[in-house]
Each structure stands twice: as C-alpha cells, then as structure tokens.
C-alpha cells in the first residue's frame, strides 16, 4: 500500500525522476501500484502522464500504455492536452500497434506536428514506407511544417520503398530550409536513403557537400558502397574514415568485413578482426561475428572461419550458412 503522506506533487516527481534517470520499469511499477491501490488514489498531471507514455514506448509494454490512455480518456486530458495525444499515438506506435495509433491519431481534436510525426515515424519504423508518405502529404495538406524529425522519417520511408523521386523532393524541401547547414542528422538520412535506392552518386555529392562527417555519416556512404557492389569504394572511404580520427561501430565493421570477403582483402579483414576482439564486440553480436566467418571463407581461410564460428556466443542460421558455403566454395564438400 502507498504511503498516504505522499502527497500528489511529490508522487509526480518521483515518477519523472525514475523515467529522467532511465529507470522506466520502475517507474511504470510506481503507477501500477497506485492504481491498484484504491484507498489511496493521487492525481497525476499532464507531464508524468507523458513521461510514462514515453516510458511504455522505451520498453515497448502496451498493456500498461493501454492503461494509461484509458486513465487519459477518463480524466478527460487526452483531447485537451495535444502533447498527451501525440504521446499516446507514439506509445502505440513504437510498440508496433500502427492501426491502434492510427485510431487514436484521427480521433485527436488537435494535431501538431509531433502528433503526425509521430504516426509518420510508426509507419517508417515498421516498414510501412508507403503509408508513411501518404501521412506526409496529407500532413502537408493541413498546412503542417515538417520538423527535422519528420524529414529524417520520411526519408527513411523513401529507402524501405526505394521511391528516390521522393527523395528528391524532400532533399529539395530540406535545402529551401536550410537544414542541411545546421544539422548533419539529415545529411546522414539523405546519404542513406540515396544508397539505399542504389543513388551513390547522389549520395556521395551530400556526403562530400556536409560540412561535419560523424561516424553515422561514413558508415551510410560505406554500406551503400557495399550493398551495390562497390567494395573497393567502400575500402577506400573506411580507410580516410580511420586517418581522419573518426571511430567505427558495429555497423561499419559489418561492412567493412563484407567488403573484404568480396575483394579477398585478408590483411584489412585481419586488421578489422584485432580491432573488433580490442573493443569485445564479439562477445554479444552474432551478426558481426557472421560477417567475420563469411569474411575469412571468401578469402579461403577456412581454418580461421571455422575457429571463428566455434568461438561465437550462439549460433544462427546465418552463421551455419556462411560456414557451410565456404567449406562448399572451396571444394570441402564433407566438411
């Protein structure tokens, strides 16, 4: 049972301070424990209510979001407050519930453009390209301002469903608004949404034209590099990557590995290999460990994929095919 000396202000507080400090389970056990205690019931105000909305989306549990937004609906703030609504619609979202935040969103006697952002983000998260423009025109319909935040999804949309003239068109809107000179979040999204439609020379032009180049920056050029054939480009652009100061991820290295397994580049990949095992990235991403058994396969170090493979935390099915499809490559057919 609740302390009754806890006054509604401070109960507030407490629930933002779990939700500040990256503690959302706790917090949304906080709220849980003051609805079933109906002796003492204390009133939460507009913000905690957001902050637990934004909670449920981080650690993706629904059924206490659903919670929330029928407390919400009851109390009456879910159609006078727009931030409540846009949070409700961003829970949902985020959790993958598209149609129930479709629903909510259309009910909304107000809408911002974090409440169509937030749709438009659903749509493109879960793959939903298509439907994520529809939502954006319709957005520019209403006379809504795109915000960064809903050109970075949009543009996202443009990659799932390869519509580069789309593309274009928000690459276009984001020049007009002087985006791209304050802000290398979008140039990043643009270079990978023009690789991502097989654009690289596009995408090269904005990488080359960004006055800052972060590590999500060389990372887009060097997978798109990659994922249309152009493993040398994609070696070439790692190593001004490195000499620059700049830090690999996961990510990069995942590519970078597929780059050397295509152009049988061993010294990179062993290079790349040392790096990884410095940094631990192998003791928890099968994905990265893959990309080394494929890496050492395709340059026909099979003694080294296999120790690789025997090494990694758990196995896959992706990890049982690269090794089966080098040993079968090189002629090790029993193997």
Not at 195 to 211: P, W
């Amino acid at each position: 049972m609740l302390n009754c000396s806890i006054n509604a202000k401070s109960c507030n507080s407490l629930i933002i301070s779990h939700i500040e400090c990256g503690r959302f389970q706790h917090a949304l056990e906080l709220y849980i424990t003051m609805q079933s205690d109906v002796s003492y019931y204390i009133p939460l105000d507009g913000p905690t209510f957001v902050a637990l909305l934004k909670a449920c989306a981080k650690v993706k549990d629904s059924s206490i979001g659903s919670l929330i937004h029928a407390e919400v609906s009851r109390v009456g703030l879910l159609q006078k407050n727009v931030f409540i609504g846009s949070a409700v619609v961003d829970m949902y979202a985020k959790c993958g519930l598209i149609s129930r935040a479709k629903q909510v969103f259309n009910k909304l006697q107000v809408r911002d453009v974090i409440s169509w952002t937030s749709l438009i983000a659903g749509y493109s998260e879960h793959r939903h390209g298509e439907e994520a423009l529809k939502v954006f025109e319709q957005m520019q319909i209403e006379g809504i301002t795109p915000n960064i935040v809903t050109f970075i999804c949009c543009l996202k949309a443009c990659g799932n469903v390869g519509d580069a003239s789309k593309g274009q068109q928000l690459h276009a809107a984001i020049t007009r608004a002087r985006l791209l000179e304050r802000n290398n979040i979008v140039g990043n999204a643009l270079i990978d949404m023009y690789a991502t439609c097989g654009m690289i020379r596009k995408a090269k032009e904005v990488f080359d034209d960004l006055s800052i180049r972060d590590m999500v920056t060389w990372t887009a050029l060097i997978s798109g590099y990659v994922q249309y054939g152009k493993s040398e480009d994609a070696l070439s652009c790692f190593a001004k990557m490195v000499k620059q100061g700049i830090t690999p991820d996961v990510v990069t290295f995942t590519s970078i590995l597929k780059a050397c397994g295509i152009t049988k580049s061993l010294d990179i990949g062993e290079k790349v290999h040392n790096e990884i095992v410095n940094r631990g990235f192998l003791r928890n991403d099968v994905v990265l460990g893959t990309a080394l058994v494929d890496m050492y396969a395709r340059c026909g170090e099979l003694v080294r994929a296999r120790e690789v493979f025997n090494e990694l935390p758990f196995r896959d099915v992706v990890s049982y095919s690269a090794i089966i499809a080098g040993y079968a490559q090189h002629g090790q057919v029993e193997e």
